[in-house]
């Protein structure tokens, strides 16, 4: 689950745990990762219909959160457009030792928690993020 506050070209992400039924089927079906306000960004979701972003975000490493993260397509896209893809310290670490990921390495960017950020999008409007610790990695 996530809260997200928006100011004038400013994003706050708030990262919450929830706890689910471990016999029920995890998938992301009520959020396709792209935010509505702005539609360059990409959260948790990394399948085709995200490769209009220009900036993606893991907010966590559950097997839900990485839905097409593995998929050859993404990274030639993420490889086409030099894009980064922002996650924890230790999330990247993590990440960065699976094998089905090594092909992402190189654009795998930590960032700070509970620390503002700004990023620039594409439109060249620069925009500030917090990444916030919710519990999980």
Not at 78 to 95: C, F, H, R, T, W
């Amino acid at each position: 689950l996530r809260n997200i506050y928006l100011d004038k070209n400013k994003v706050c992400i708030l990262f919450v745990s929830a706890s689910i039924d471990k016999h029920k089927k995890i998938t992301m079906s009520s959020y396709h990762g792209i935010l509505e306000e702005y539609p360059l960004i990409s959260i948790d979701s990394f399948e085709s219909h995200n490769y209009t972003s220009t900036m993606f975000f893991i907010s966590h490493i559950h097997l839900d959160h990485l839905i097409g993260l593995e998929r050859p397509e993404f990274g030639k896209y993420v490889a086409k457009i030099n894009a980064s893809i922002y996650m924890s310290d230790i999330s990247k670490q993590m990440l960065s030792t699976i094998p089905l990921y090594q092909h992402l390495v190189p654009y795998f960017k930590s960032v700070p928690i509970d620390q503002p950020f700004t990023l620039t999008i594409q439109s060249n409007d620069p925009v500030q993020a917090k990444k916030k610790d919710g519990g999980n990695i």
